[in-house]
């Protein structure tokens, strides 16, 4: 694969640079993960009248580490019967797929280490730990193959709700990818490239010149499916507690079950990045709050999966079904062609 520069004139990446990044976003988007679950329980219980988490330190705040210490010292079981090997894999891969797409989307602004540092001093650390010309492809495939954490979790554990929950899993993320794909064709044809940077640069003339004044049907058909390969309310039926306790995740517990969660937080920031940038704009490069703006469209699109939880129903796989192939698709071809004869004419 062919890789881009962001800016002709920024330094050389090196191999010790992109090792950085990717421990950064290692550490950073784990972070992120165990500080969101204390935002969406405080987002949630403000939405229901609720105090959420009060008790262990200032207005909850260490329920976060009390949550990591938990993880970490609680039992690791695995179920008679399971096949143990991919029963132990299957986490893995949810958490190492979530993480692998991020390495090909912008996520915080390149930065060189000061050279009084011993041994990592000027070192030049780039915004995108891999600048691929085909980023938009990767990303999307990366979150596909996430699907077969929870599916070979669900078939490996030997537990009928664990089976029906990885059931839904192929049916959902497999028919949502299609409406994704679908969704963010239109833009690609409209930019001429699958790169990440070049949509930001097709957006820099300012607020006008967003995608989504072209392309707000593609933006709704992305979001929607967007909260569907993440597994967000309405669509959480993979683990429905009310229909499949807890569907792939039944058998789970300790750090294996905290996997799937931080893989699910991780594709959560990958969403609202791929639409930050694909849709509203990206970042600015060179503006003094390039990288404050984008950070505020992320956390934007992260409150509305939490605002959406609280005020919207669960939806039955029926209807699921009905939503993806009867209407979004149709919708998705539709404003393909449409896009197209503009092009055209």
Same mark, same amino acid.
Not at 183 to 189: D, K, R
């Given at each position: 694969m062919e890789e881009t520069t962001l800016i002709q004139n920024l330094p050389e990446v090196t191999a010790l640079g992109v090792i950085i990044k990717a421990i950064i976003i290692l550490a950073v988007i784990s972070a992120i993960a165990g500080f969101g679950t204390y935002i969406e329980r405080k987002v949630l219980a403000f939405m229901q009248r609720r105090l959420g988490p009060m008790h262990v330190g200032p207005y909850g705040l260490l329920q976060i580490a009390a949550d990591g210490i938990k993880l970490f010292t609680k039992e690791d079981i695995i179920p008679q019967n399971a096949n143990k090997l991919i029963f132990m894999v299957a986490p893995v891969i949810t958490a190492a797929t979530a993480f692998i797409a991020l390495s090909a989307v912008p996520v915080f602004p390149d930065f060189t280490i000061p050279e009084f540092i011993p041994v990592l001093g000027g070192t030049f650390v780039p915004s995108i730990a891999s600048d691929l010309n085909i980023g938009v492809l990767f990303v999307l495939g990366m979150m596909a193959a996430g699907l077969y954490g929870p599916l070979l979790a669900g078939m490996s554990q030997a537990n009928k709700w664990g089976i029906i929950g990885s059931a839904r899993t192929a049916i959902q993320f497999l028919s949502?990818?299609?409406?994704?794909?679908?969704?963010?064709?239109?833009?690609?044809?409209?930019? =001429?490239?699958? @790169?990440?940077?070049?949509?930001?640069?097709?957006?820099?003339? =300012?607020?006008? @010149?967003?995608l989504i004044w072209q392309q707000p049907v593609a933006f709704v058909l992305f979001l929607i499916a967007g909260f569907a390969e993440t597994n967000r309310t309405p669509f959480d039926l993979l683990e429905h507690e009310a229909e499949v306790v807890s569907g792939y995740a039944t058998e789970y517990s300790g750090m294996r079950w905290g996997m799937f969660f931080i893989g699910e937080y991780a594709n959560m920031i990958t969403v609202a990045i791929i639409a930050s940038i694909v849709f509203l704009g990206g970042f600015d490069v060179e503006g003094a709050f390039g990288w404050l703006f984008i950070i505020l469209k992320i956390a934007f699109f992260f409150f509305l999966m939490l605002w959406v939880r609280a005020s919207w129903p669960h939806i039955r796989p029926d209807q699921l079904m009905w939503l993806c192939w009867k209407v979004l698709m149709p919708i998705a071809v539709i404003n393909i062609l449409i896009t197209a004869i503009v092009m055209m004419v």
């Open positions: 949502y990818e299609v409406v994704t794909g679908l969704s963010i064709l239109a833009p690609i044809m409209l930019v =001429g490239s699958l @790169s990440f940077v070049d949509f930001n640069e097709a957006q820099s003339g =300012g607020i006008g @010149s967003w």
